[in-house]
C-alpha cells in the first residue's frame, strides 16, 4: 500500500513544484498555486502514514511468529478474487459439525442423559429453526417427515426409562439451551457471509467498473495533453486518480481476504469466544 501512496505522493510533488515556478513567473496566482501544494501536502502525510502502518504490521507479525521482522518473506500481492464464492448452506453445516462450543454442549448433553439414565433413544429432533420443524422417527437413515437438508440433532428418549424424577424437563431445559446456542451460531454465521459477500462484490465492482474507467480517463487525457489541448495539472489530477483506484482496489480486495478469515474463523468457535467476550 506504501507504494501506491509513494506514487501519489511523487504526482503531487511534481504538481506542486510546476505550480510554485508557473506563479514565480507570474502565470498562476496563489491560489492555484496553494491548491496543488495542498494536493502535496495532503499526499506525503497518507504517504507517511502508510509507511508506518507498513512497519507497524510487519513488526506485529514478527512478534506473533516470534522471529524478527527482516526475516519475514511476505507475497508482494495479495491472492486474487475467488472465481466462485461458497454456498451459505455449507458454511451452517460444517459449523454445526465442527464448532467447539457446539461439540461441547453435544458432549453434555451426552453426559446429562447418562446422569439421568436416559438410555432408550426413542427418535431424534433438529434443533434448527429453519423453515418447517422436522422430527425423525426410528433410525437415522431414514428421511426426515419434511422440512431442509441441514440439521443438528439431539436425540429424544423414553422418559419412563428414568432414574431421576423430572428428568424429562431437566432434559428438555438443556434442549432449548442447545437450541438458543445453535441459533446464535447461525446468526453469527449468516451476519459474516453475509460481510464476506459485500466485500467481494464491493472489490469485483472496484476492479471491473472504476479501475478500468480511470485508466481510460488517464489515456484519454494523455491524449490531449500531447495534442496540447489540456494542462499538465489536469493530467497530474488524473494520474493521481487512477493510481487511488488502484489503491482502492487493493484495499478492498484485503477486506475481502480479512471477511472470508473471519468467515471461516465461525467453523471453529463464536467470535465473542474468540474475542475473549
Do not use: C
Not at 482496489?249 to 472470508?260: M, Q, T
Amino acid at each position: 500500500m506504501a507504494r501506491y501512496s509513494a506514487q501519489v505522493k511523487e504526482s503531487a510533488e511534481a504538481s506542486a513544484e510546476l505550480a510554485k515556478r508557473l506563479h514565480e513567473t507570474g502565470n498562476w496566482n496563489r491560489l492555484e498555486q496553494s491548491r496543488e501544494q495542498s494536493f502535496y501536502a495532503d499526499a506525503a502525510l497518507e504517504y507517511a502514514n502508510a509507511k508506518n502502518a507498513e512497519v507497524r504490521a510487519y513488526e506485529a507479525l514478527a512478534r506473533q511468529l516470534g522471529v524478527k521482522a527482516s526475516q519475514l518473506t511476505i507475497q508482494s500481492r495479495l491472492p486474487d478474487l475467488p472465481k466462485s464464492l461458497s454456498e451459505l448452506q455449507a458454511f451452517e453445516q460444517n459449523a454445526y459439525e465442527q464448532r467447539l462450543d457446539l461439540l461441547v454442549k453435544r458432549s453434555e448433553m451426552d453426559a446429562l442423559a447418562k446422569q439421568l439414565g436416559l438410555t432408550k433413544t426413542t427418535r431424534f429432533i433438529n434443533v434448527i429453526e429453519l423453515g418447517p420443524a422436522r422430527v425423525l422417527e426410528g433410525r437415522r437413515s431414514e428421511p426426515y417427515k419434511k422440512g431442509i437438508d441441514i440439521a443438528f440433532e439431539i436425540p429424544l428418549f423414553d422418559w419412563g426409562q428414568a432414574k431421576v424424577p423430572r428428568a424429562e424437563s431437566i432434559y428438555m431445559q438443556s434442549v432449548q439451551e442447545t437450541a438458543q446456542l445453535v441459533t446464535n451460531a447461525q446468526s453469527e454465521i449468516r451476519e459474516r457471509y453475509n460481510t464476506y459477500r459485500t466485500k467481494h462484490d464491493v472489490t469485483r465492482h472496484i476492479r471491473d467498473e472504476i479501475v478500468p474507467l480511470r485508466k481510460r480517463i488517464l489515456y484519454e487525457d494523455q491524449l490531449r495533453y500531447n495534442g496540447m489541448l489540456t494542462s499538465p495539472f489536469e493530467l497530474f489530477g488524473d494520474a493521481r486518480a487512477q493510481v487511488q483506484s488502484v489503491k482502492g482496489y487493493i484495499e478492498s480486495l484485503r477486506d475481502f481476504w480479512l471477511a472470508d478469515a473471519e468467515l471461516q474463523a465461525t467453523l471453529v468457535a463464536s467470535p465473542r469466544l474468540m474475542e475473549g467476550q
